[in-house]
């Protein structure tokens, strides 16, 4: 299982990133997908959800009507459009899958939001 997570970098509050994960190394299309992100010295958190065939989504409250998750099973990427972005959402974005109860990540990529 490979996940390569890109599209992170610096923008001003209210500005928008989108980021990508290109997967391999399994069966992309039978995974529900997800995005983590980890502010420093905080915990891991949950942030969006997707399922396998991209029909139902799922996001943390503090995201919701601001980012949008969707994918491309045909591409085997899954992408975090983020919008009206707030300093608080400064973090690493890690995409995820749980497979055989084992959680795999990408390497992150760095979101910062200025004020």
């Known amino acids: 299982v490979q996940l390569v997570e890109s599209g992170g970098g610096l923008v001003q509050a209210g500005g928008s990133l989108r980021l990508s994960c290109a997967a391999s190394?399994?069966?992309?299309?039978?995974?529900?997908m997800n995005w983590y992100r980890q502010a420093p010295g905080k915990e891991r958190e949950f942030v969006a959800v997707i399922s396998s065939g991209g029909g139902s989504t799922n996001y943390a409250d503090s995201v919701k009507g601001r980012f949008t998750i969707s994918r491309d099973n045909a591409k085997n990427s899954v992408y975090l459009q983020m919008n009206s972005l707030k300093p608080e959402d400064t973090a690493v974005y890690y995409c995820n899958i749980r497979r055989a109860a084992t959680d795999y990540w990408g390497q992150g990529t760095q979101v910062t939001v200025s004020s």
């Open positions: 190394g399994f069966t992309f299309s039978r995974y529900t």
